[in-house]
């Protein structure tokens, strides 16, 4: 089930909107507001946003900038009353995938929805992995699943999971890690290290990190 989430300020036709989608088999979350958006934007996982381009507190143009800008890369679709190219332009250059005016039909709204997620979906599974019959990695996103559910990772743990699977059945130096993982300005802890592997091995299996004293960690 793709979960959507939904910023408009017009109470009505937000209801409408997530009653719609939800009665078409979505998960979707709806909310009025920039930082309410923000927030739920980073701490949820989300198939696809939906942003009216007029909201409380902000804009939906420098809500979508703020969230590429950090990375994010969930697909938007915009909806708005404003019309001139302009516009238009600025929406695209925010980084949306779908622009649609107001006053629109829900149908029209689906089948747009329907477009992006089937795109979205065949780009996505090309940077899945999949490490066993109950997970997988998405490398883009850095998020492991377990079936549908995404399992809550520490950073640097889900970004030495993403580097050991990209040198997989290969040796990866106590050195190249800390390079990759550990920022310049930290200091590199061979004890966390350990606790990462340790938990890693804890959810996705004792055998499939192998180690070696003098050549560090593989993926198996």
């Not at 404003?82 to 709204?109: A, H, M, R, W």
């Amino acid at each position: 089930m793709a979960r959507i989430l939904i910023v408009e300020d017009e109470t009505m036709l937000l209801d409408m909107m997530c009653e719609y989608l939800s009665g078409e088999n979505f998960e979707v979350k709806g909310v009025k507001s920039y930082d309410e958006a923000l927030s739920l934007a980073y701490e949820s996982n989300f198939d696809l946003w939906i942003f009216d381009v007029k909201i409380i507190g902000g804009n939906g143009f420098e809500l979508l900038k703020e969230l590429r800008t950090s990375g994010q890369t969930t697909p938007c679709i915009f909806t708005t009353s404003l019309n001139t190219i302009n516009d238009v332009q600025s929406g695209f250059l925010s980084g949306c995938d779908d622009y649609i005016k107001k006053p629109f039909e829900l149908k029209e709204l689906l089948l747009r929805v329907q477009n992006i997620l089937k795109r979205s979906f065949v780009h996505n599974t090309q940077n899945f992995i999949k490490l066993s019959d109950k997970f997988s990695f998405d490398m883009t996103q850095g998020v492991l699943y377990e079936g549908d559910n995404p399992v809550a990772l520490a950073k640097k743990q889900s970004r030495l999971l993403n580097l050991l699977l990209k040198n997989r059945d290969k040796f990866v130096t106590h050195e190249e890690i800390f390079s990759e993982i550990w920022e310049y300005n930290e200091n590199p802890s061979e004890m966390s290290l350990r606790v990462y592997i340790a938990e890693l091995r804890k959810i996705l299996g004792k055998e499939c990190i192998k180690s070696q004293s003098k050549l560090g960690y593989k993926y198996v």
